[in-house]
Nanobody
Framework: QVQLVESGGGLVQAGGSLRLSCAAS????????MGWFRQAPGKEREFVAA????????NYEYTVKGRFTISRDNAKNTVYLQMNSLKPEDTAVYYC??????????????WGQGTQVTVSS
């Protein structure tokens, strides 16, 4: 079992930056690939970024590539999402998720409660 708690959301002006954190419980955090997703009002949840268990490989949704950076610190059981050059269309609830090595890749098994990011124009 992995429990995830996001933090770092808030209100920021367009062009600004935020860093989201996702703290994970459990001894096996370093075994999990991790991802960030977001859901805007009236829209379906969408993929934002992912990172492998070692941090050696990352993947981004094309609209955030070059602006967002996902990273992790396995010693701290934490994954981060650095968001720069924020745009109003980035406004959403952001969720982190853990992808167990025991299930097929991309099937995220554990989810946090989400943190609100609001970007004003």
């Amino acid at each position: 079992q992995v429990q995830l708690v996001e933090s770092g959301g808030g209100l920021v002006q367009a062009g600004g930056s935020l860093r989201l954190s996702c703290a994970a419980s459990g001894r096996t955090f370093s075994m999990y690939a991790m991802g960030w997703f977001r859901q805007a009002p009236g829209k379906e949840r969408e993929f934002v970024a992912a990172i492998t268990w070692s941090g050696g490989s990352t993947n981004y949704e094309y609209t955030v590539k070059g602006r967002f950076t996902i990273s992790r610190d396995n010693a701290k059981n934490t994954v981060y999402l650095q968001m720069n050059s924020l745009k109003p269309e980035d406004t959403a609830v952001y969720y982190c998720a853990a992808d167990s090595p025991k299930t097929p890749p991309g099937e995220y098994d554990y989810w946090g409660q989400g943190t609100q990011v609001t970007v004003s124009s």
